[in-house]
T-cell receptor
Framework: GAVVSQHPSWVICKSGTSVKIECRSL??????MFWYRQFPKQSLMLMAT?????????EQGVEKDKFLINHASLTLSTLTVTSAHPEDSSFYIC????????????FGPGTRLTVL | GQSLEQPSEVTAVEGAIVQINCTYQ??????LSWYQQHDGGAPTFLSY????GLEETGRFSSFLSRSDSYGYLLLQELQMKDSASYFC??????????FGGGTRVLVKP
């Protein structure tokens, strides 16, 4: 099946710093990737849709200047949490759409962000 | 917008059958997906229904009724490793997924 990786798997940072999370599709090309956030014991909330070569589309209530998304190639999308604060601590998960697999989304293993 | 309802928790014993219901309200609908997520892990795809009816994949089956805006996931011959959270998700335009709140399944010996 299609494999999606994320790096880092976990990160601890100080308040006010920026953190970059990478999402890679390892064995397929993904023109579209999605970024989700999940708080403990809650559901996945879609943050934004990342399109290769164009600007990301953000969901209502998600600050685009705080969560910077770059989809520079068909296999890589990055999410940068700028000026992170403790309330940004969460599990961030990306997914990639595989056209050759009936457009099914395959999820990365997630990145646990803790902001002190 | 989209909204999905599913039970928050279900407990059952090994070997039992569990049905997780999901009702949805949506402004656009392409299909209903089901995902399994173990604690600390990523969601893994279980099934997808675009048309009415039952889809069977091993011990897991999924059902959809578009006219009733309703679907369910059926877990048969429960095993301890099936203890996890199960999410239904509506697929809409742009292949966007909206997830339900998740159902935590606890399997007891």
């Amino acid at each position: 099946g299609a494999v999606v990786s994320q790096h880092p798997s976990w990160v601890i940072c100080k308040s006010g710093t920026s953190v970059k999370i990478e999402c890679r599709s390892l064995d397929f090309q993904a023109t579209t990737m999605f970024w989700y956030r999940q708080f403990p014991k809650q559901s996945l909330m879609l943050m934004a849709t990342s399109n290769e070569g164009s600007k990301a589309t953000y969901e209502q209530g998600v600050e685009k200047d705080k969560f910077l998304i770059n989809h520079a190639s068909l296999t890589l999308s990055t999410l940068t949490v700028t000026s992170a604060h403790p309330e940004d601590s969460s599990f961030y998960i990306c997914s990639a759409r595989a056209v050759e697999a009936r457009n099914e989304q395959f999820f990365g293993p997630g990145t646990r962000l803790t902001v002190l | 917008g989209q909204s999905l309802e599913q039970p928050s928790e279900v407990t059952a014993v090994e070997g039992a059958i569990v049905q997780i219901n999901c009702t949805y309200q949506t402004s656009g609908f392409y299909g209903l997906s089901w995902y399994q997520q173990h604690d600390g892990g990523a969601p893994t795809f279980l099934s997808y229904n675009a048309l009415d009816g039952l889809e069977e994949t091993g011990r897991f089956s999924s059902f959809l009724s578009r006219s009733d805006s309703y679907g369910y996931l059926l877990l048969q011959e429960l095993q301890m490793k099936d203890s996890a959270s199960y999410f239904c998700a509506v697929k809409a335009a742009g292949n966007k997924l909206t997830f339900g709140g998740g159902t935590r399944v606890l399997v007891k010996p």
